[in-house]
T-cell receptor, first 112, second 115 residues
Framework: NAGVMQNPRHLVRRRGQEARLRCSPM?????VYWYRQLPEEGLKFMVY????????ESGMPKERFSAEFPKEGPSILRIQQVVRGDSAAYFC??????????FGPGTRLTVL | AQTVTQSQPEMSVQEAETVTLSCTYD???????LFWYKQPPSRQMILVIR??????QNATENRFSVNFQKAAKSFSLKISDSQLGDAAMYFC????????????FGKGTKLTVNP
């Protein structure tokens, strides 16, 4: 049973470009979470999704950030017009709906 | 809002010795979950141990155990017989039982294991 998959592992973007981060949950998991980790910090919750629904987006910046988890395919975290402050590690986690989230390896975004 | 505090930015332990990492949290809820995650240099987040607040018995996973003090809102992690592979960042995390399933993390404790 493969774990949570994230790609790409490293992503470099110039200011103003778009970043798309992908997450495939573990087989059988219908809940996906996105977290952001700034250097020397803990993880901060961004958004919680179930298939085709955003359940909690209280941690998402109001502008430029969006997330989706379509019926088919991976969950996508999209950052438009990236700025240097968006440089961070972005982690996806999945769960089958019970306590205990399993994390992917993360995507490290660098904005030049 | 719930908060999680890890007061030890760094800790060190000799190989084969025991170390305890501290965590306190703040919540008005009575039912919740607490977790310890390990983040080695690879940056992969690994679930170490989990505790349900309604359970009085402290959780144990091999060399890892917790001291859960609900009234004091304290959730410390004890690592026995420390190994070099235990060196990592350790994050304490909280989750409500109901509502949003988001995890609230502390800032982490960097554990160094000395040979």
């Amino acid at each position: 049973n493969a774990g949570v998959m994230q790609n790409p592992r490293h992503l470099v973007r110039r200011r103003g470009q778009e970043a798309r981060l992908r997450c495939s949950p573990m087989k059988g998991h219908s809940h996906v979470y996105w977290y952001r980790q700034l250097p020397e910090e803990g993880l901060k919750f961004m958004v919680y999704l179930q298939k085709e629904n955003i359940i909690d987006e209280s941690g998402m910046p109001k502008e430029r950030f969006s997330a989706e988890f379509p019926k088919e395919g991976p969950s996508i975290l999209r950052i438009q017009q990236v700025v240097r402050g968006d440089s961070a590690a972005y982690f996806c986690a999945s769960s089958p709906g019970l306590a205990g989230q399993f994390f992917g390896p993360g995507t490290r975004l660098t904005v030049l | 809002a719930q908060t999680v505090t890890q007061s030890q930015p760094e800790m060190s332990v000799q190989e084969a010795e025991t170390v305890t990492l501290s965590c306190t949290y703040d919540t008005s809820e009575s039912d919740y979950y607490l977790f310890w995650y390990k983040q080695p240099p690879s940056r992969q987040m690994i679930l170490v141990i989990r505790q349900e607040a309604y359970k009085q018995q402290n959780a144990t996973e091999n060399r890892f155990s917790v001291n859960f003090q609900k009234a004091a809102k304290s959730f410390s992690l004890k690592i026995s017989d420390s190994q070099l592979g235990d060196a990592a960042m350790y994050f304490c995390a909280y989750r409500d039982q109901g509502g949003s399933e988001k995890l609230v993390f502390g800032k982490g404790t960097k554990l160094t294991v000395n040979p």
